[in-house]
């Protein structure tokens, strides 16, 4: 079975038709969006940012004072990343890191933020279907959130087997994950749930629990 990183550099070009973003992914997507509800001016870290399907409601959400920061180790996502951010004219918005977000160096990424907006930390973290992909994910997480101001906002949109009547697409879902090279056991938003300010855990299911949405400040 091809590892995680040939899979999605080999399928960048694909991806954003195969992944089942309309009829499945893109509603977890839009959920955790909603939840994260990042603010104008905000800069915000999208870790495993791939073909970088997030940008369009980040880059929106944080105007041309904010900056998107898409992370992905994938030269081939992030060259359609790019492509996409060329066309749609966010150049003034959007900045693209190529790295393992196991190996994310914190001095790189306050540079960029210092270089770019003029400040050392970023205001949120966004990881749609990543983090179940990276083997190392506590490290990732970890890294990720060294980046992060105090009391900034954090995402996570991931899978989980789908319940109740949906259960009957169990099956499938886990093809997708599967081939996805996902982990679906791996409930990684649970990581954003145990590190949250007391009080502040917002979660939200989509497709008969399948997807998992959770959004929360960080201490
Ligand atoms: C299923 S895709 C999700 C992409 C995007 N977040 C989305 O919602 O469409 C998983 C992404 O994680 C990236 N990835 C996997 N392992 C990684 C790692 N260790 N460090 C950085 N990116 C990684 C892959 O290259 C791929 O772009």
């Given at each position: 079975m091809?590892?995680?990183?040939?899979r999605?550099?080999?399928?960048?070009?694909?991806?954003?038709?195969?992944?089942?973003?309309?009829?499945?992914y893109?509603a977890g997507?839009?959920a955790?969006?909603e939840?994260?509800?990042?603010?104008?001016?905000?800069?915000?870290?999208?870790?495993?940012?791939?073909t970088?399907?997030n940008?369009?409601?980040?880059?929106?959400?944080?105007?041309?004072e904010?900056?998107?920061?898409?992370?992905d180790?994938?030269?081939?996502?992030l060259?359609?990343a790019?492509?996409?951010?060329?066309?749609?004219?966010?150049?003034?918005?959007?900045r693209?890191i190529?790295?393992?977000a196991?190996?994310?160096d914190?001095?790189?990424?306050?540079a960029v933020?210092?270089?770019?907006?003029?400040?050392?930390?970023?205001d949120?973290?966004?990881?749609t279907?990543?983090?179940?992909?990276?083997?190392r994910?506590e490290?990732?997480?970890?890294?990720?959130k060294?980046v992060?101001?105090?009391?900034?906002r954090?995402?996570?949109?991931?899978m989980?087997p789908p319940?109740?009547r949906?259960r009957?697409?169990?099956?499938?879902?886990?093809v997708?994950?599967?081939?996805?090279?996902?982990?679906?056991?791996?409930?990684p938003?649970r990581m954003?749930?145990?590190d949250?300010?007391p009080g502040t855990v917002?979660?939200?299911?989509r497709?008969?629990g399948?997807?998992?949405a959770?959004?929360?400040?960080?201490?």
């Open positions: 091809a590892t995680p990183l040939r999605y550099s080999a399928g960048a070009r694909w991806y954003d038709v195969l992944s089942g973003e309309r009829w499945v893109g997507r839009a955790g969006i939840l994260l509800a990042p603010a104008r001016g905000d800069i915000v870290v999208d870790l495993g940012c791939g970088g399907l940008f369009p409601a980040l880059a929106a959400a944080v105007g041309r904010g900056l998107v920061v898409g992370v180790r994938s030269a081939e996502m060259a359609m790019r492509r996409r951010v060329a066309d749609r004219g966010w150049g003034d918005r959007v693209i190529q790295s393992d196991v190996e994310l914190e001095a790189r990424v306050r933020l210092r270089a770019e907006r003029d400040r050392d930390l970023a949120g973290l966004f990881a279907y990543a983090l179940s992909v990276i083997d994910r490290v990732a997480w970890e890294r990720a060294s992060l101001r105090p009391g900034a954090a995402g996570v949109v991931d989980q319940r109740g949906w009957v697409l169990s099956p499938l879902a886990r997708a994950c599967a081939t996805g090279g996902a982990d679906i056991g791996s409930r938003w954003l749930e145990r949250a300010a917002q979660r939200v299911e497709k008969g399948h997807l998992v959770v959004a929360a400040q960080l201490p």
